[in-house]
């Protein structure tokens, strides 16, 4: 008996009592527009002999929830129109529904639906109507980025457009990266030798927009030099210092000198007093030494005097 029931209010539903009134040709679902358009939605209809007499009216309107919510223009049986928006326009006759949408911006996509009122009965149908926005990159001024060698880079690109299609990055024409999700070019590591001009290309049905970012990697060589067996609080303490070291390398490079000065100082000093010590203990040979070659050079000088 419910079954009965329920399917005797599916077929009054769904239209099937009127079976020969239908729209017989819909728009594309889903319909794709360029924001700035003009948009024509089209339905043609036929209205079956049965169904003329009831006709009470035609509705276009936004769709929710399998209905219209919000009527934007209606056409009663004796042609009589009623809109309630200035932006839309009826171009519709006896057999064709249309309505023309002025100048579609963003704020217009949505779902629209078209129903022929029968009183007893409706036929209806809704699309969905997507804005097209070409992609559009907001471009800063100073289009650069600085990093240092090994720091993790972001290099930002932010695309306004309906629908986001793809952010493409690439360098020298080289595709690195393309992603309807990633905008950002991420670089784990960089290095000196990334140093270059990067494009990043957005684009959908639409159109694309470029831009250029130009990275500079400032390369890090004392951290480079650096050998594996230095402690790493040695390291730490070394990457700390980076920032200022560029302002601050004349005063490093004074205080280097002066450290080698001081280092050679006391080296010297220390291999001296280290020798010192040698040679008192060596002594009796060195003066042994030192008085045989007096004596040959007392016996050469004897020998010489005696030339
Ligand atoms: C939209 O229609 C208006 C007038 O109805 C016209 O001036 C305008 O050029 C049209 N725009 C486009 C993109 O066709
Ligand atoms: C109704 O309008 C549509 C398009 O606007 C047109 O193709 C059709 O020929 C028209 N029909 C009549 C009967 O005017
Ligand atoms: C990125 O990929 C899309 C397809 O997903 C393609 O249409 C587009 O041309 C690609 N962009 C570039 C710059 O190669
Ligand atoms: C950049 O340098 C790294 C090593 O530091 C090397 O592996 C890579 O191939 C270089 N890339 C280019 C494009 O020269």
């Known amino acids: 008996m419910l079954l009965i029931w329920l399917f005797s209010c599916f077929v009054r539903f769904s239209g099937v009592e009127g079976y020969q009134s239908r729209f017989t040709s819909i728009p594309s679902k889903p319909t794709f527009t360029h924001s700035g358009n003009n948009l024509t939605l089209i339905w043609r209809y036929h209205l079956s002999h049965a169904d003329k007499p009831h006709f009470r009216w035609l509705v276009f309107g936004l769709w929710t929830n399998g209905d219209i919510s919000t009527p934007l223009m209606s056409v009663s049986k004796n042609g009589k129109l009623v809109s309630y928006s200035d932006r839309i326009a009826w171009l519709g006759n006896k057999t064709t529904a249309a309505f023309r949408l002025h100048g579609v911006t963003i704020q217009d996509g949505g779902v629209y639906g078209c129903k022929l009122d029968f009183g007893a009965h409706v036929v209806r149908d809704s699309v969905r109507l997507a804005i097209i926005v070409s992609p559009r990159i907001e471009k800063n001024k100073i289009a650069e980025v600085k990093a240092l060698e090994g720091e993790y880079v972001v290099i930002p690109c932010h695309v306004t457009g309906h629908p986001r299609r793809w952010i493409a990055w690439s360098r020298d024409g080289q595709i690195l990266q393309n992603s309807t999700k990633e905008s950002a070019l991420k670089i784990p590591a960089a290095r000196a030798n990334m140093t270059g001009l990067y494009t990043c290309v957005a684009g959908n049905e639409a159109g694309i ?85 007096m004596g040959e050079w007392s016996s050469f000088a004897d020998s010489g005097e005696k030339i």
């Open 209 to 293: 927009d470029k831009y250029n970012v130009l990275l500079l990697v400032t390369s890090c060589k004392h951290q480079s030099s650096e050998t594996q067996e230095e402690s790493d609080e040695h390291r730490s303490h070394d990457l700390g210092h980076f920032h200022v070291r560029a302002t601050f390398t004349p005063t490093l490079v004074v205080a280097f000198i002066l450290f080698v000065i001081f280092g050679a100082y006391f080296f010297f000093r220390y291999a001296g007093a280290r020798s010192n010590k040698f040679r008192t203990y060596n002594k009796m040979s060195q003066d042994e030494q030192a008085r045989s070659l």
